[in-house]
Nanobody
């Protein structure tokens, strides 16, 4: 069993930046498909960014060029750096992980269906 804990959310003005983190315990973040998705009330979960076991990254069109996903294997942590934030980025952000350490195709659309989720962290962007 892998436990994921997000942190780093908060409130920021439009145009600002935030970095959210996802620290894992019980297993390693390395060499597995992981990602971030977000959810707002009344809307479906939206995959935002993903990273494959081989470290290939994918982004939703809505965040491409503004968000960067990365991981630090030594700290067992996944990150999402968010720049040029917009009010429409306001959501609860969740990290997710595949149960197996394999290098599989890891598209953004698959992130909400991954096996392990954290509890989420709120990101609020004001105009």
């Amino acid at each position: 069993q892998m436990n994921l804990v997000e942190s780093g959310g908060g409130s920021v003005q439009a145009g600002g930046s935030l970095r959210v983190s996802c620290t894992a315990s019980g297993d390693t973040v390395s060499r597995r498909c992981m990602g971030w998705f977000r959810q707002t009330p009344g809307k479906e979960r939206e995959g935002v960014a993903s990273i494959s076991g081989g470290d290939t990254t994918y982004y939703a069109d809505s965040v491409k060029g503004r968000f960067t996903i990365s991981r630090d294997n030594a700290k067992n942590t996944l990150y999402l750096q968010m720049n040029s934030l917009k009010p429409e980025d306001t959501a609860i952000y969740y990290c997710a992980a595949h149960r197996a350490r394999v290098d599989i195709y890891c598209p953004v659309s698959a992130v909400p269906q991954l096996d392990y989720w954290g509890q989420g962290t709120q990101v609020t962007v004001s105009s």
